[in-house]
Nanobody
Framework: VQLQASGGGLAQAGGSLRLSCVAS????????TGWFRQAPGKERKFVATITRDGTTTHYADSVRGRFTISRDNAKNTVYLQMNSLKPEDTAVYYC???????????????WGQGTLVTVSS
């Protein structure tokens, strides 16, 4: 499966952005999908994940209550709605697909190219 992430850009603190991850190739509903992010000079970190059918989600503590992950399997797309953005949310955001519902990056076999989110104070 190939993943294409989009929707990044510049936002002010307190603002919102919505990221999209479109899957092509194998049907997206075959995989759990997660979002990870990597800030400059830092390790890639888990942000959120959603099961294949979209019924279960999990978030990192740092984004819980502000970010929402969802999916539309008819469109082979997973979304990350980001509200109440903070400067510390600045990072390259990656979507990834896994056969397992997991928070661990090494469980994800397929990765998108990343989309940059910059939050100004």
């Amino acid at each position: 499966v190939q993943l294409q992430a989009s929707g990044g850009g510049l936002a002010q603190a307190g603002g919102s952005l919505r990221l999209s991850c479109v899957a092509s190739g194998r049907t997206a509903s075959t995989y759990a999908t997660g979002w990870f992010r990597q800030a400059p000079g830092k390790e890639r970190k888990f942000v959120a994940t959603i099961t294949r059918d979209g019924t279960t989600t999990h978030y990192a503590d740092s984004v819980r209550g502000r970010f929402t992950i969802s999916r539309d399997n008819a469109k082979n797309t997973v979304y990350l709605q980001m509200n109440s953005l903070k400067p510390e949310d600045t990072a390259v955001y990656y979507c990834a697909a896994s056969e397992y519902y997991s928070r661990k990056s090494h469980d994800y076999s397929y990765w998108g190219q990343g989309t940059l989110v910059t939050v100004s104070s």
